[in-house]
């Protein structure tokens, strides 16, 4: 496949409850016979696992020049507003139909055709039956009422499981009447409009094209194809039956574009060209703008994204400030948490840099190579270990250069989850600029490449223990498999002396690793902050070398505890649990020495 290039541009269009963060990419050759596409997202956890493979789409799309623009709903990714906002449903209705009205004003001379996938299906049909100008619709894995998507919300929350009463901490503090599925909320209000939710486009509207698309083998809803037929709409349920979507929706380091599928979007946009015969915009289209001005507790704060220029593919970055002048601070860098894109896993870093800002204090999340809106590969970082690559650590350090140039900042606070918590510590230890750190589940401090196969084979050991015994407590076992495995553990037994010197002397070098890298941090009075929830595996690892046991070498490093099992904090126990640490890491960078004594 040719590369894929396109004339990317972060935006905020405007609109009656604030700006909402969209991504145009304009084709590199403009045809004025190709649609305008809108990509509506789906809701919740699809949102974040599918991001990459959405902005391939896109790619995709405008390299077949069609200008496309893609969108986070109010009170998802970096548009503004909050799941706690007040009728909920209206903004979204409302921001569809701000983006194809803006989209059409300005590249709609082919028309204008919408994507909608999953949740952003259903609201995108909504916008049309309430007037917004559609042409073509193109529905993918989209519920066929709000009802049946808030019953399917509710179902996947019971299945959760810190919903269960073995982590009582993780699932504690969510309120009477809410929803908390992967993590994101749906408050009683929006539950209750969104069961309400059933749209049917009128007859003789602008729509006269739909393609319906099902989701992993199942065919697109049977009375949505009759209701758009009735109204006149031309409507191709497509063959595929939207194959391949649970893979896209899994898990954002996973997740690709499924071929079939998108192919089906292709052919069925090729198809209607020149046929349409585009509106003229009956009002003015909402403005759009390069940054977005918030008021965060009564404080006034900006967001812009930047581009940063850097080894192996570029950076893309939200400078989050304050509007009023404050005295001079650290600057906060958020990285991803693992193949989660900038707003942070289940939207914290978003949310805690907005609250920091009407503090005074400018942050920037960011977006390295393959995540997000971060350049490189449009599949994103490929699997395996791809993740610790030290070009990562060039990226980061390059974000922290951009900032200092840019005079936002001379000092650095900086967090991250997983594989981001890694590349912060890794980050403190190159750059001299860098006072405190917090770690979050970090998947690991000192990598090597085995680290991976040597999980595996201690997971699986223990799985294998488990059921040994089961099944000798049983006597489900017969003598003769005994004396097979006692005769198998005894041809194993050399082999494993034998590797039990070499493992030895790898775990001292990487302990002495370890320690030399603390003692640096210690030496330059960098505190450092490493929070784990429940069943991390470096937890363990740190166990076996009698870690806790040499903290007092280390006055500058403190250990917290979080709620629950999951290692993204999706647990709503977990989400506040971590934003009272962050908030209190924040107090000592400002200077408030009594913020120590209250964390731990």
């Given at each position: 496949m040719p590369k894929l290039t396109s004339l990317a541009r972060p935006l905020y269009i405007e609109t009656a409850r604030g700006g909402i963060f969209g991504v145009l990419d304009a084709p590199p050759e403009p045809r004025a016979d190709r649609a305008a596409v809108l990509i509506c997202s789906p809701w919740g956890w699809d949102d974040v696992a599918s991001y990459r493979p959405r902005r391939a789409l896109a790619l995709r799309l405008a390299n077949a020049g069609h200008p496309t623009l893609r969108f986070d709903f109010p009170g998802t990714g970096n548009s503004a507003g909050?799941?706690?906002?007040?009728?909920?449903?209206?903004?979204?209705?409302?921001?569809?139909?701000?983006?194809?009205?803006?989209?059409?004003h300005e590249h709609g001379g082919g028309g204008l055709a919408v994507l909608g996938l999953g949740l952003g299906g259903l609201l995108a049909l909504e916008a049309a039956a309430h007037g917004t100008a559609v042409d073509e619709l193109a529905l993918w894995a989209a519920p066929p009422?709000?009802?049946?998507?808030?019953?399917?919300?509710?179902?996947?929350?019971?299945?959760?499981?810190?919903?269960?009463?073995?982590?009582?901490?993780?699932?504690?503090?969510?309120?009477?009447?809410?929803?908390?599925?992967?993590?994101?909320?749906?408050?009683?209000?929006?539950?209750?409009?969104?069961?309400?939710?059933?749209?049917?486009?009128?007859?003789?509207?602008?729509?006269?094209?739909?393609?319906?698309?099902?989701?992993?083998?199942?065919?697109?809803?049977?009375?949505?194809?009759?209701?758009?037929?009735?109204?006149?709409?031309?409507?191709?349920?497509?063959?595929?039956?939207?194959?391949?979507?649970?893979?896209?929706?899994?898990?954002?380091?996973?997740?690709?574009?499924?071929?079939?599928?998108?192919?089906?979007?292709?052919?069925?946009?090729?198809?209607?060209?020149?046929a349409a015969a585009p509106a003229s915009p009956a009002a003015p289209a909402p403005d759009a703008s390069p940054e977005l001005e918030l008021e965060v507790d009564g404080q006034a704060v900006t967001e812009t994204p930047i581009a940063v220029d850097s080894p192996g593919g570029g950076v893309f970055a939200i400078v989050v400030k304050p509007a009023l002048s404050f005295p001079p601070g650290p600057c906060t860098v958020f990285l991803n948490a693992g193949g989660v894109r900038n707003p942070g896993p289940n939207r914290m870093w978003a949310e805690r840099a907005r609250a920091w800002a009407a503090r005074g204090v400018t942050s920037a999340r960011i977006d390295i190579e393959g995540i997000g809106e971060g350049g490189g590969d449009p599949d994103g970082i490929p699997p395996g270990n791809a993740f610790f690559d030290e070009k990562f650590e060039q990226?980061?350090?390059?974000?922290?250069?951009?900032?200092?140039?840019?005079?936002?900042?001379?000092?650095?606070?900086?967090?991250?989850?997983?594989?981001?918590?890694?590349?912060?510590?890794?980050?403190?230890?190159?750059?001299?600029?860098?006072?405190?750190?917090?770690?979050?589940?970090?998947?690991?401090?000192?990598?090597?490449?085995?680290?991976?196969?040597?999980?595996?084979?201690?997971?699986?050991?223990?799985?294998?223990?488990?059921?040994?015994?089961?099944?000798?407590?049983?006597?489900?076992?017969?003598?003769?498999?005994?004396?097979?495995a006692l005769r198998s553990a005894l041809v194993g037994a050399g082999r494993r002396l034998r590797d039990l010197g070499r493992s030895r002397r790898q775990r001292r070098r990487r302990r002495s690793a370890l320690d030399s890298a603390l003692d640096q941090l210690r030496d330059r009075g960098v505190r450092l902050t490493i929070a784990f929830a429940d069943n991390e595996p470096l937890v363990d690892e740190l166990a076996e070398i009698d870690f806790t046991a040499a903290l007092s070498r280390w006055p500058n490093v403190a250990l917290a505890d979080l709620p629950g099992g999951d290692h993204t904090l999706r647990p709503f126990g977990a989400q506040l649990a971590a934003r009272e640490l962050l908030d209190a890491e924040l107090e000592l960078a400002l200077g408030a020495p009594e913020a120590a004594e209250d964390r731990f």
């Open positions: 909050s799941p706690r906002d007040g009728d909920l449903l209206g903004a979204w209705s409302e921001a569809v139909a701000a983006a194809a009205e803006w989209l059409r009422t709000g009802a049946a998507f808030v019953k399917e919300v509710r179902k996947f929350a019971r299945l959760q499981t810190w919903q269960k009463a073995d982590e009582p901490a993780a699932a504690e503090q969510l309120p009477d009447g809410w929803v908390e599925a992967s993590g994101f909320l749906l408050s009683p209000e929006t539950l209750a409009a969104l069961e309400q939710l059933d749209p049917a486009p009128p007859a003789g509207g602008p729509l006269r094209r739909a393609l319906l698309l099902g989701r992993n083998g199942v065919e697109a809803d049977q009375r949505l194809q009759e209701r758009l037929r009735e109204a006149g709409v031309e409507v191709e349920a497509g063959s595929g039956r939207g194959r391949g979507w649970g893979a896209m929706v899994s898990h954002p380091e996973r997740a690709r574009l499924p071929e079939a599928a998108v192919g089906e979007v292709e052919e069925w946009l090729s198809a209607g060209e020149g990226q980061v350090a390059s974000v922290l250069a951009e900032l200092r140039r840019r005079g936002l900042a001379e000092r650095f606070l900086l967090v991250g989850l997983c594989s981001g918590g890694y590349f912060a510590f890794r980050t403190a230890l190159r750059d001299t600029s860098v006072e405190a750190v917090v770690l979050i589940n970090p998947w690991t401090l000192v990598w090597y490449p085995e680290l991976e196969d040597e999980r595996e084979a201690r997971k699986a050991s223990r799985v294998l223990q488990r059921k040994w015994v089961s099944k000798l407590l049983k006597g489900e076992v017969a003598f003769s498999k005994v004396r097979a």
